[in-house]
């Protein structure tokens, strides 16, 4: 599929009212407003195709930074190039995917997510952010526990103070922290509970910031429920 093709094929994909959704969620125009279904469904007939999901990614446009992520090869990146992802990511929900599905794989994952936090952009912190969550959630099972140790306090010391989707980011990264295995769960369970509740706003929709205290019990919940 060609650049042209795929926008072609996300024009037609997408609606009004997802780009009402859509910017109500405060992501970044120009956008088609596809669903994640349909994302889903290009991805599949796409598979891996770096070169387009390159020419995607630099056209700026919410929905081609999407199926960027989704189409890219994670070994197709090194370092400069995962920054210039990070440094050019449209909103805070195609970083939040460029982390996940890329940032994650990469070999020096954790360095470029310490990095990130430390950034003057916000989306490039939320990058940060995303990336350390993404590899509590779906990283290796070896990795150190003291890592995501080491940033429970600084989670704990700038969650309040943070920007508005940093905090945010930062509230997901603690949740995930806390359901990674059982040890991680209780000092994290500790930092929710001391930082209480966070505040996030939402734009004009109904979404609300979860406890991160109550999420991690009930992910362990859920688990205990499986298992039995």
Not at 23 to 39: E, I, K, Q
Not at 157 to 184: C, F, K, Q, Y
């Amino acid at each position: 599929m060609t650049p042209d093709e795929a926008l072609a094929a996300l024009e037609a994909a997408g609606t009004g009212q997802n780009r009402k959704i859509y910017a109500r969620h405060g992501f970044a125009a120009p956008m088609f407003g596809v669903s994640y279904a349909n994302l889903g469904k290009l991805r599949k007939l796409i598979r891996r195709d770096q070169s387009l999901a390159s020419a995607l990614w630099k056209t700026g446009n919410h929905d081609a930074q999407l199926l960027a992520a989704l189409v890219a090869d994670p070994a197709a990146f090194d370092a400069v190039l995962l920054r210039d992802w990070a440094r050019t990511a449209a909103d805070y929900a195609t970083v939040d995917s460029f982390a996940k599905e890329i940032a994650a794989k990469a070999p020096g994952a954790r360095l470029l997510a310490a990095e990130w936090m430390d950034a003057s952009s916000v989306i490039v912190q939320r990058g940060g952010w995303a990336t350390a969550a993404a590899l509590a959630i779906w990283g290796p099972v070896d990795l150190p526990d003291q890592w995501f140790l080491d940033l429970l306090p600084r989670i704990e010391r700038d969650i309040h103070r943070s920007p508005n989707r940093v905090r945010e980011a930062m509230n997901n990264t603690l949740m995930a922290i806390g359901i990674r295995n059982e040890r991680l769960r209780g000092p994290a369970t500790g930092v929710a509970t001391r930082v209480g509740k966070v505040k996030v706003d939402h734009g004009e929709t109904n979404c609300k910031t979860p406890d991160a205290a109550s999420y991690i019990d009930r992910a362990f919940a859920r688990k205990a429920s499986r298992a039995g």
